[in-house]
């Protein structure tokens, strides 16, 4: 097997090839990328100092994780699909691996840790415009509503119920109590106010 160039190993480290040069010189094999990177890892990364190495570390720790949606495991099915769930679910995937390169540069302090937030930067930017681009049209479709439209909904409905409610008493005393309408229709509006309304109101979603 013909031993690896150091173009390929600095590609790989995030560095100049002269510097690989000087670690070969050090002693850093070149029979294998694995090997070059083993030796990097105990004779380069070991001798940074202790305070840069654990802010690279702290870097990696504290850095925001994708979002919930992006976590969420990848419908493989659709990848190779046409239309805007496969184009979802295509730039959740490739923003799910940018995240991951962009984790592993600032946990291996690599110097193409800027890079790889910027990829990470415009892939979530993407990822977050095909999202919303694929809500707008499920709910175009009705295949998904907004909080907005079942809240006008329900006042709606409510209001309605309501309305009504107050009507009844007077619609109703003479047939309950033909002969005490008067106490019949008092009955039915406490009822009305201090039982239907109460409750329509304790049971509202959108003042509790």
């Known amino acids: 097997m013909p031993p690896i160039s150091n173009r390929q190993i600095a590609k ?19 029979d294998s990328l694995e090997a070059a990177i083993a030796w990097h ?17 702290v870097a990696a720790t504290d850095m925001p994780g994708p979002p919930p949606e992006v976590r969420e ?3 493989r099915k659709k990848l190779a699909e046409e239309g805007p769930e496969a184009e979802y679910e295509r730039q ?12 592993q540069s600032l ?5 193409d840790v800027r890079q790889r937030l910027g990829d990470n930067h415009v892939a979530t930017k993407n990822w977050i415009e095909i999202r919303q681009r ?17 809240k006008r909904v329900m006042q709606e409905h409510d209001a309605a119920a309501a309305s ?14 033909p002969h005490d309408p008067e106490h019949a229709e008092a ?13 329509l109101s304790n049971t509202d979603p959108w003042t509790s």
Do not use: C
């Not at 890892?41 to 570390?57: D, F, I, L, N």
């Not at 009504?164 to 109590?177: D, E, N, T, V």
């Open 164 to 177: 009504l409610a107050r009507s009844m008493p007077k619609q109703l005393a003479g047939r309950i109590s």
């Open 187 to 199: 009955e039915l509006e406490r009822w009305v106010q201090d039982v239907f309304l109460k409750t």
């Open 73 to 75: 495991p990848i419908d």
């Open 41 to 57: 890892r105990q004779h380069v990364r070991a001798r940074k100092s202790g305070p840069a190495r654990r802010q690279s570390e």
């Open 92 to 103: 959740k995937n490739i923003t799910k691996a940018a995240y991951v390169l962009v984790a």
């Open 107 to 111: 946990r291996e302090g690599r110097a």
């Open 134 to 150: 694929l809500l707008d049209l499920m709910e175009r479709e009705r295949r998904l509503v907004s909080g907005e439209w079942v």
């Open 12 to 30: 790989h480290l995030g560095v100049k090839p002269p510097l690989i040069t000087r670690w070969r010189k050090a002693g850093m094999p070149a």
